[in-house]
């Protein structure tokens, strides 16, 4: 399915409206507050797209209780920022969000990041299962620059990063690994997101040593004998696939990402590779997918009172 930039929800306020209103309410108005459905809808200049809940008295409008909670930007702003970010397959930067959406680079910046929040996947079902595998592998990004200031050499200077990708459904996940890279933290991702079942394929290191026999099997790929596929077939390509564009896009659209920020931009990657056209996702697909992960991910500049 494709998508022109100039269709009606990118472009009019009321039918920008009335799209996230059908997307967050497909079959009635559900009040955010206390879950009624006696609602009245409001209007005149003051109070257009307000609801009024007849149960707990309380006023809501289709932001409300969603990333886009107390926002200044209309609405056919927000969906066209995440109709862009989904479609591009190296991320888009807040400072072209900034030039095409016609806001100031700090308002770009934050609604890009409330975007990547909604990304945000649910990942309490395992990866994997009877039957299937899970391909394990780990990377290391940040302060490659050798004309920085701040630039050593060594991995430790580096932020490490845990992916997991499940090549039968293409789903992929990763994590930025705070606490430093070790087998105790590798395993404690690994057992909360693939189920025990599958078969783990990871390279020769050793922290996929112990925590492989957990799994139904363990499979080694010895890339230190240029060895890609071991003799079982089993290979780790699809996982590194992902750190391929993962770094692509970091390096080449996002320049620099603060560590503190960087899990969401692993939310934004994962997203987008999950939800690829390879497994039969487009761009309008996979937008509508990213506008229904909103509600629930408030992310404010300050905590609010």
């Known amino acids: 399915m494709k998508s022109s930039l100039s269709a009606p929800q990118f472009t009019d306020e009321a039918a920008a409206i009335a799209h996230l209103e059908a997307s967050r309410w497909p079959v009635e108005v559900i009040c955010p507050h206390c879950g009624s459905d006696n609602l009245t809808r409001m ?18 409008t289709c932001r409300t209780g969603t990333v886009m909670e107390r926002s200044h930007i209309p609405v056919h702003k927000w969906l066209l920022a995440i109709h862009l970010i989904s ?47 899970v391909q394990a592998d780990e990377t290391y990004y940040g302060n490659t620059s050798k004309r920085s200031k701040s630039y050593r050499k060594g991995l430790k200077r580096k932020a490490a990063v845990a992916g997991l990708v499940d090549p039968d459904t293409g789903e992929a996940r990763a994590f930025h690994m705070e606490l430093g890279v070790g087998a105790n933290v590798v395993r404690e991702i690994l057992v909360k997101n693939a189920s025990r079942k599958s078969t783990l394929v990871s390279d020769e290191s050793a922290l996929y040593k112990r925590v492989g026999d957990e799994f139904n099997a363990h499979e080694t790929v010895w890339h230190a004998a240029n060895e890609h596929v071991n003799k079982m077939g089993f290979t780790t390509n699809n996982v590194e696939n992902f750190f391929g564009v993962f770094k692509r896009g970091m390096r080449g659209t996002y320049i620099h990402c603060g560590e503190q920020h960087l899990q969401r931009y692993l939310n934004e990657f994962t997203f987008r590779y999950s ?9 309008v697909e996979r937008a509508a997918l990213a506008l229904k992960g909103i509600e629930g991910k408030r992310l404010t500049y300050r905590r609010p009172h």
């Open 43 to 60: 209007g005149g200049k003051t109070q257009a797209g307000y609801f009024m809940c007849n149960g707990c008295r309380g006023k809501f």
């Open 87 to 133: 479609s591009a397959k190296n991320g888009m930067s807040a400072h072209e969000l900034h030039r095409l959406l016609g806001v100031t680079y700090k308002s770009a910046w934050f609604l890009a990041h409330r975007i990547r929040a909604a990304m945000d996947a649910d990942k309490t079902a395992p990866m994997g299962g009877e039957g299937g595998q």
């Open 275 to 283: 939800n690829r056209s390879g497994l039969g996702v487009g761009d």
